[in-house]
């Protein structure tokens, strides 16, 4: 037993349970012990509560009630559900600066059950962050701070964007590993830089999502203790009772998952014994926490408890009978106390105070340990190291072939020391895709024998969903570039964590091997066809797909320079020849001209290990008197942000273009006339019989640009880049 810790048997004085009514006195009594893992409860003075803590609740409450009536739409019971959860943890525990939602070291919270967010914007807004009453009055409008579900671009205070549920906890996994890597790193004794707290709130729902689970796993391997989620119990999905579906242990699910568990059975009134929960989950130093709160879904409606209040707003009559259950006119809309202000405005002073003494122990640390403090002064302000651009590997064209996978991992190599800010791993695949600098220590538990909290390189495990919300909270936190290694075709299995990484902004990096029918034997389980038409499609996304060392190069110049973008890297198994006329400066533009010939007859554009291909289907069709010019488009999304003269200085009026590309044709349209590609799934052989089989040879290219350009023969072209609108 642990010196500060005491048995149940004899716990301090029992803290008061809060029978609520109203906003009459409130009534004290005994409470049930809290349901935990552990046999005990570290001993603590509790937080106290009283009626104004009660009128603080019911004020959240209604402003969700209010927002989702005045819109018409939205989810007003799980606010009014967890009202309770979020003042105590907001009032008592957390510690933020409405004035600077981006203060460093600032305790994080992710509302996972993003459909929930007036809950959020509530709290936001009672706090004095730049949110409006009249922001929760314009909810779910054009245009506003508040949009359905939480978005981390569009309003302060969000430190995720979530909304497919299951995202934002394990973007909250994330944020908890940062907080423990740049405390490893810039923590010393007297200068606790970095000592937050990662809180998350989740439903039924998060918890039946696969990435949940995924990430979770991983947390509990980490041990991090500073990683605390409530799991709203309040048995109602959209379907209704989730017994239809979910009838699991949860919490003993993880507990195997190594995470310390702790169940509130009332969490409509038990303010104490939330507080209590989250004062023993402080306690647990190598576990993050899970907290069950047992809640009544639209807690004071008629239809509380129900699915009905799930998802619509609440009826008239409803939403009366509730204002008038609280003491609040029911015939008054976005009400609040002026009590409840300055009660969340006394915090909110100490927040900044908190920041202020932050700022004092930081210009101390600064003649301390000065240098350290430049790396975090720079991550602080956004600012790669001096000179990292120097240190990219260039190549000639009589450099050897070398796999764009390899290529990577040169680049990786160069930069990973030097820009400490990097940190990255794999789903397992380490020795495939090459994600591993020389010299890198494993982000792990020290523990556990295999590294410590000051490494870099991450464990994922066979986890590539939970790897990409993982890296998401990386990345939102501040002061890290996250990337992480799988297959091409295993993106896929990530698709929901990296739209959300395109709709955050935040810079993410995927390592994706095995990108083409190039991979051969594994066949069409492994070789991506529809993968990279899927990825250009979405907004804000670069999907490169290097032909060679310097396009490799330039890949990761523009992906560490693009602050607000995430970059996929689609990279072969197969070794790829140097260009002749290749630089980082050409391709850093997205797409270039690779051969050019005055008078041409045909343009070939192509990407990847099909450049090389088609270089040597240009000189089979100058030997047959046609002039092919060649070019790159590594990188669709940085070329279209090109300006038109030069985009149609590389793709020109005049004459025919053709794209190659082992992938779907599909997207291709916007760049060529016609479409050489593979629109079937692959096949299993040995990659050059793949290739053989598909056409996918210098003399295939040439025979296919032959046709095209018998077939436009004798027709004014303009360039496909040319559009109506």
Not at 219 to 239: E, M
Request: aromatic fraction near 10%.
């Amino acid at each position: 037993m642990q010196d500060h810790e005491q048995p149940l048997a004899i716990l301090f004085p029992r803290l008061p349970a809060l029978a609520i009514s109203s906003h009459a006195a409130l009534v004290p009594s005994a409470i049930s012990p809290l349901h935990t893992s552990s046999p005990w409860l570290r001993y603590t003075m509790a937080p106290t509560f009283n009626k104004i803590d009660t009128l603080a609740v019911d004020t959240i409450r209604l402003l969700a009630v209010d927002a989702t009536i005045k819109a018409n739409s939205g989810h007003p019971g799980a606010p009014m559900g967890c009202a309770p959860i979020a003042h105590v943890l907001f009032n008592n525990y957390m510690t933020f600066n409405p004035k600077n939602p981006n203060y460093i070291n600032r305790d994080r919270f992710v509302l996972s059950n993003g459909h929930g967010c007036m809950l959020h914007y509530a709290m936001l807004h009672l706090y004095g962050y730049p949110l409006t009453l009249d922001d929760l009055k314009n909810f779910r409008q054009l245009h506003s701070k508040t949009p359905g579900h939480p978005e981390a671009a569009d309003t302060p205070g969000i430190e995720v964007t979530t909304g497919p549920l299951g995202q934002g906890v394990s973007s909250a996994v994330g944020l908890a590993m940062a907080e423990a890597h740049l405390a490893a790193r810039f923590n010393k004794p007297g200068f606790e830089l970095f000592d937050n707290y990662t809180y998350a709130l989740m439903g039924d729902g998060c918890v039946m999502e696969g990435v949940s689970s995924e990430a979770c796993s991983v947390a509990g391997h980490l041990q991090l203790g500073k990683l605390i989620v409530f799991y709203d119990d309040n048995h109602i999905s959209i379907d209704g009772d989730t017994a239809q579906a979910l009838t699991e242990d949860v919490m003993k699910r993880y507990e195997s998952y190594g995470w310390h568990t702790i169940w509130v059975k009332d969490g409509d009134h038990d303010y104490a014994s939330i507080a209590a929960a989250i004062e023993e989950a402080k306690s647990v130093k190598n576990k993050p926490t899970l907290i069950k709160v047992t809640t009544t879904i639209g807690f004071g409606s008629k239809l509380q408890g129900t699915h009905g209040v799930h998802g619509n707003p609440l009826k008239k009559d409803d939403a009366a009978h509730v204002k008038e259950l609280f003491g609040f006119d029911p015939n008054e809309s976005f009400v609040v106390p002026q009590e409840v202000y300055d009660l969340y405005a006394k915090h909110a002073a100490a927040g900044a105070a908190a920041e202020e003494a932050w700022n004092q122990l930081f210009a101390k640390y600064e003649v301390a340990y000065p240098e350290l403090a430049v790396d975090l002064k720079a991550r602080l302000e956004g600012k790669l190291p001096e000179g990292w651009e120097e240190k990219l590997p260039a190549y000639k064209p009589t450099d050897p072939a070398i796999a764009s996978r390899k290529l990577s991992e040169i680049v990786l190599n160069a930069l990973c020391d030097y820009v400490p800010e990097m940190i990255g791993g794999s789903a397992d695949l380490t020795g495939s895709n090459f994600t591993r600098w020389k010299d890198a220590v494993d982000f792990q538990p020290p523990s556990t024998g295999f590294g410590d909290y000051s490494g870099r390189y991450i464990r994922y495990g066979v986890r590539e969903h939970g790897m990409g919300a993982i890296m998401n909270g990386l990345a939102a936190y501040g002061g890290l570039i996250p990337f992480g290694g799988t297959f091409l075709n295993f993106v896929s299995y990530a698709a929901g964590a990296v739209r959300l990484s395109a709709l955050s902004e935040v810079r993410v990096i995927w390592v994706a091997t095995h990108d083409s029918i190039g991979l051969g034997e594994d066949g069409p389980t492994h070789q991506p066809i529809e993968t990279l038409a899927h990825f250009r499609a979405m907004p804000n996304m670069m999907v490169w797909r290097p032909a060679d060392g310097n396009e490799c190069s330039a890949a990761y110049k523009v992906a560490l320079t693009s602050k607000h973008t995430p970059s996929i890297m689609a990279l072969s198994r197969q070794n790829l020849p140097q260009l002749p006329t290749s630089s980082i400066e050409k391709a850093s533009k997205g797409g270039y001209v690779v051969v050019e010939v005055a008078d041409a007859d045909v343009t070939i554009v192509s990407t990847g290990s099909e450049v090389g291909l088609s270089l040597d289907a240009t000189k089979i069709l100058a030997d047959k008197g046609l002039k092919a010019r060649l070019v790159s488009l590594p990188d669709f999304f940085t070329f279209d942000k090109q300006s038109e003269e030069y985009k149609l200085s590389v793709l020109p009026d005049g004459h025919p273009i053709m794209s190659v590309e082992v992938m779907t044709t599909l997207g291709w349209g916007k760049y060529s006339h016609q479409h050489f590609g593979i629109n079937r799934f692959g096949a299993s052989a040995p990659y050059l019989q793949v290739y053989e089989m598909f056409g996918f040879t210098p003399a295939g290219i040439a025979e296919r640009a032959e046709k095209t350009v018998a077939f436009y023969k004798g027709t004014t072209l303009k360039s496909p880049l040319r559009l109506a609108f």
